[in-house]
């Protein structure tokens, strides 16, 4: 069909032939991976979001004189159920306290030495809005040296380096996007001086422009369609060589966890259609640009 239809012009004993597909592969190749990690980027900063969104943890020090631990983390835990704005105020025990830290201290006598704080999970309610520091006041008076970590306060932090790395992707599509038009451009300009004495001739005996074009583009469409499955496969792949590799090496050809979730069950079908957009936008992209670049080249023709 569209591919073995006669072509007045001998492209595709063209050097551009053999290079045309190549690049379009690596453009669609890094394309696809900047548009994973910019979808990666955007289900981070929604789950921060979520999870961390109207909620705090107080961490309350082991006492230093004769109080009583359970007493005055009782008293704390009071003035936080007391306090408007706040839905829930639940104490960690020692033993998830433990378990928190034993990725960076190990288990063993070390860990079980240590004074650990005791934490609080605290949720606020929707829309509240506490004094953070009026509350920490209040606390400090019955447990000196109580700490609230208020997670919206760094989370704004987390989610503009989210954004950044965001941008960062976008502009990277972009930077493909650009560089692959200007490789097919090039590649057109050089088919056009190849082919220059074949195209007088086609002109002599009536061929439009436009017919040229349509032949170039064609011939376009036929490379950048191998060069961008090629790419798009050899991008799908990495991406599946990393995640089996994040999900525990040989463990990962289970069933059940062949693809960790951080890297493919978030992936909606929007996102899907994202990725299968890249190399369909290469293609398109590549036929526009030769269509545009040979019209253009062939009016400046005398």
Do not use: C
């Not at 509240?128 to 700490?147: K, S, W, Y």
């Amino acid at each position: 069909m569209i591919f073995r239809r006669h072509s007045d012009l001998p492209l595709r004993g063209d050097a551009t032939s053999r290079f045309l597909p190549w690049i379009i592969g690596v453009m669609v190749f890094l394309a696809t991976l900047s548009v994973a990690g910019l979808l990666l980027a955007q289900d981070v900063t929604q789950r921060w979001r979520s999870a961390l969104a109207g909620t705090l943890t107080v961490q309350v020090p082991p006492p230093f004189d004769e109080t009583d631990p359970q007493a005055q983390l009782a008293e704390v835990l009071q003035v936080l159920r007391d306090t408007p704005g706040i839905g829930r105020a639940d104490p960690l025990s020692v033993e998830q306290s433990r378990a928190l830290l034993e990725p960076w201290l190990g288990s063993g006598q070390i860990i079980d030495e240590l004074p650990l704080p005791r934490l609080i999970d605290v949720a606020l309610r929707p829309g509240a809005r506490l004094d953070f520091a009026a509350l920490e006041t209040r606390l400090a008076g019955i447990a000196p040296g109580i700490v609230l970590d208020d997670h919206g306060r760094w989370l704004g932090d987390l989610v503009r380096v989210a954004r950044s790395v965001e941008l960062v992707a976008a502009t990277a599509v972009l930077l493909v996007a650009l560089t692959a038009v200007l490789a097919v451009v090039f590649a057109v300009r050089t088919g056009l001086a190849i082919h220059r004495e074949v195209i007088d001739v086609l002109h002599l005996v009536g061929a439009r422009d436009s017919y040229i074009a349509k032949q170039f583009a064609r011939h376009a469409l036929t490379l950048s369609l191998r060069g961008s499955i090629l790419g798009a496969l050899f991008a799908l792949a990495l991406l599946a060589g990393i995640a089996l590799l994040a999900n525990g090496g040989a463990e990962g050809l289970s069933a059940e966890g062949f693809l960790p979730a951080d890297l493919w069950r978030i992936l909606r079908p929007l996102d899907w259609a994202a990725l299968a957009a890249v190399p369909v936008g290469a293609v398109l992209l590549a036929v526009l640009a030769t269509r545009l670049a040979v019209m253009r080249a062939l009016s400046r023709l005398v």
